[in-house]
């Protein structure tokens, strides 16, 4: 009787969903404590914990995934130098995933079943677990298993090592409950970020209040109504959607005054940082993340990526997995995250190019930081039915293509205003045909829906081809000289 009051008072419509967010802030304190802990450690005190992490992890993977068991066993048992450890794949780990985890209650079968219902989206699953999905640009869909106390430190990272400025001293008043906030995102699948916040509402009901959600897949103009009308303290987004966002509040349809604004999922450009912060007028704090380990690093007030070391290892390699100096950009980059336990990531490949920047940056951190090579799509600027320009994200085209259409390896490239050319990773003639069928009515419904009927859509003959840079494949491309003549 005690407990359902508590959970009544609290907002909560069960006594489970009422503990679970008791136990949820719990964890996160004891992640803070951590986080403290270590900040305020010396140099070597620091080195320490890492290397106590890193072996609890080796050990706890090796006792308890069938995968790393046979993964490692040509390593000496007790050994505690991560390079004398095989990298690994997203392939290798998907291929495996049954033994790869570490709970046997988690079977990807019952998985794929659980993702495929949008209705699940931030239940937990089994009860204990958030379930995520990521495409990438691998073209094998990945899916990512959270346990509590990596979700706790996602949560301390965010509310303890972000740079708001002197406007918002303490991060944690943005998520009160005295503040509304808006994340504009894709919302349709089993993402990370619509997860992750999803979650937080629910495990949180006086939270849930003033945090609501908007989809990237509607037109621009009905979802600068909805910003109007609901008026955020906080926005996080993407940076082409901030961006886009920044060019509506200049030119006075958006009409919003937030306190801070928060962007991932994409590199964040000078250029753009500049026109945000002009629009909006308050700080923007920067984050590096994946799907596969979130919060990897954390943006200063100077522009640079701060890594998260005491959770995350991130190594840059060449093409043979050799260690790249600092200030050299990587081939890729594996990372070790030292907070998941029922799904161990260890040097994974993610595919990344960074380059480490081994200089003092002027904000006073010690922590080393990163630059994030070509890890963003071009936005669409295409001819709408009124005459005037219509921007499409990219992760709007991208998340369109892959969950409408089941395409999660390919390269669209606008060529002209109103002509667009899609290469697929098909090979053979009839599934490239089958596939292409599939895309173009799903890209033509999209575009429909923003004003955009006379485009022209058409079938490469190409295979997608990777940035010369990045190495990674960008998948929504705008050629330069269509980028010139706009």
Same mark, same amino acid.
């Given at each position: 009787?005690?407990?359902?009051?508590?959970?009544?008072?609290?907002?909560?419509?069960?006594?489970?969903?009422?503990?679970?967010?008791?136990?949820?802030?719990?964890?996160?304190?004891?992640?803070?404590?951590?986080?403290?802990?270590?900040?305020?450690? /010396?140099?070597?005190? +620091?080195?320490?914990?890492?290397?106590?992490?890193?072996?609890?992890?080796?050990?706890?993977?090796?006792?308890?995934?069938?995968?790393?068991?046979?993964?490692?066993?040509?390593?000496?048992?007790?050994?505690?130098?991560?390079?004398?450890?095989?990298?690994?794949?997203?392939?290798?780990?998907?291929?495996?995933?049954?033994?790869?985890?570490?709970?046997?209650?988690?079977?990807?079968?019952?998985?794929?079943?659980?993702?495929?219902?949008?209705?699940?989206?931030?239940?937990?699953?089994?009860?204990?677990?958030?379930?995520?999905?990521?495409?990438?640009?691998?073209?094998?869909?990945?899916?990512?298993?959270?346990?509590?106390?990596?979700?706790?430190?996602?949560?301390?990272?965010?509310?303890?090592?972000?740079?708001?400025?002197?406007?918002?001293?303490?991060?944690?008043q943005m998520f009160s409950g005295q503040s509304r906030m808006?994340?504009? %995102?894709?919302?349709?699948?089993?993402?990370?970020?619509?997860?992750?916040?999803?979650? +937080?509402?629910?495990?949180?009901?006086?939270?849930?209040?003033?945090?609501?959600?908007?989809?990237?897949?509607?037109?621009?103009?009905?979802?600068?109504?909805?910003?109007?009308?609901?008026?955020?303290?906080?926005v996080a987004s993407y940076p082409t959607m901030l961006t886009?966002?920044?060019?509506?509040?200049?030119?006075?349809?958006?009409?919003?005054?937030?306190?801070?604004?928060?962007?991932? /999922?994409?590199?964040?450009?000078?250029?753009?940082?500049?026109?945000?912060?002009?629009?909006? /007028?308050?700080?923007?704090?920067?984050?590096?993340? %994946?799907?596969?380990?979130?919060?990897?690093?954390?943006?200063?007030?100077?522009?640079?990526?701060?890594?998260?070391?005491?959770?995350?290892?991130?190594?840059?390699?060449?093409?043979?997995?050799?260690?790249?100096?600092p200030g050299e950009p990587s081939v890729t980059v594996l990372?070790?995250?030292? %907070?998941?336990?029922?799904?161990?990531?260890?040097?994974?490949?993610?595919?990344?190019?960074?380059?480490?920047?081994?200089?003092?940056?002027?904000?006073?951190?010690?922590?080393?930081?990163?630059?994030?090579?070509?890890?963003?799509?071009?936005?669409?600027?295409?001819?709408?039915? =009124?005459?005037?320009?219509?921007?499409?994200?990219?992760?709007?085209?991208?998340?369109?293509?892959?969950?409408?259409?089941?395409?999660?390896?390919?390269?669209?490239?606008?060529?002209?205003?109103?002509?667009?050319?899609?290469?697929?990773?098909?090979?053979? =003639?009839?599934?490239?045909?089958?596939?292409?069928?599939?895309?173009?009515?799903?890209?033509?419904?999209?575009?429909?829906?923003?004003?955009?009927?006379?485009?022209?859509?058409?079938?490469? &003959?190409?295979? &997608?081809?990777?940035?010369? @840079?990045?190495?990674?494949?960008?998948?929504?491309?705008?050629?330069?000289? @269509?980028? =010139?003549?706009?």
């Open positions: 009787m005690v407990i359902d009051s508590l959970a009544r008072m609290f907002g909560a419509a069960r006594p489970v969903d009422w503990w679970r967010g008791v136990d949820d802030m719990w964890r996160w304190g004891a992640r803070v404590r951590d986080i403290w802990a270590y900040d305020a450690a /010396g140099p070597a005190e +620091q080195a320490a914990i890492r290397l106590r992490r890193t072996a609890a992890l080796l050990e706890h993977a090796r006792t308890h995934s069938a995968f790393f068991r046979a993964h490692y066993r040509y390593v000496a048992p007790g050994c505690t130098e991560l390079a004398s450890y095989p990298p690994v794949s997203r392939k290798q780990l998907m291929g495996s995933f049954d033994d790869w985890v570490t709970d046997p209650d988690i079977r990807l079968s019952d998985v794929l079943s659980f993702v495929s219902d949008p209705a699940r989206i931030a239940e937990p699953y089994l009860g204990k677990y958030a379930i995520w999905t990521s495409s990438g640009t691998t073209g094998i869909p990945g899916i990512y298993v959270q346990d509590a106390d990596a979700l706790a430190l996602y949560n301390a990272l965010m509310s303890t090592r972000f740079e708001f400025g002197p406007e918002i001293p303490d991060p944690r808006a994340f504009v %995102a894709a919302l349709d699948g089993h993402f990370a970020g619509v997860v992750s916040w999803e979650r +937080q509402r629910n495990l949180h009901p006086a939270l849930a209040a003033t945090a609501r959600s908007f989809s990237i897949l509607q037109p621009l103009p009905e979802l600068v109504a909805q910003l109007n009308d609901w008026r955020p303290a906080f886009l966002l920044a060019r509506e509040q200049a030119e006075g349809r958006l009409r919003i005054s937030p306190r801070a604004l928060w962007c991932g /999922g994409e590199g964040l450009t000078s250029a753009d940082r500049q026109l945000i912060g002009e629009s909006f /007028g308050c700080p923007i704090a920067e984050d590096y993340g %994946a799907s596969e380990c979130m919060n990897m690093a954390f943006g200063c007030s100077h522009g640079r990526l701060h890594i998260n070391d005491d959770w995350v290892v991130i190594e840059p390699v060449d093409e043979n997995c050799r260690p790249v100096p990372i070790t995250n030292l %907070a998941n336990r029922v799904q161990p990531l260890i040097r994974y490949d993610l595919s990344d190019s960074v380059t480490i920047d081994a200089t003092p940056c002027a904000c006073g951190s010690g922590r080393p930081s990163l630059r994030v090579e070509g890890r963003r799509d071009d936005v669409l600027t295409l001819r709408g039915e =009124a005459g005037g320009f219509v921007r499409i994200l990219p992760l709007a085209v991208e998340t369109v293509l892959e969950e409408q259409a089941g395409i999660y390896r390919f390269q669209l490239i606008q060529t002209g205003i109103g002509t667009i050319r899609l290469r697929l990773d098909s090979r053979a =003639a009839r599934q490239r045909n089958s596939d292409f069928r599939k895309a173009e009515k799903a890209l033509r419904s999209f575009l429909k829906r923003h004003g955009c009927h006379a485009v022209s859509i058409a079938l490469d &003959p190409e295979l &997608p081809e990777k940035h010369p @840079v990045s190495r990674k494949l960008r998948q929504v491309m705008v050629l330069s000289e @269509v980028r =010139a003549a706009l």
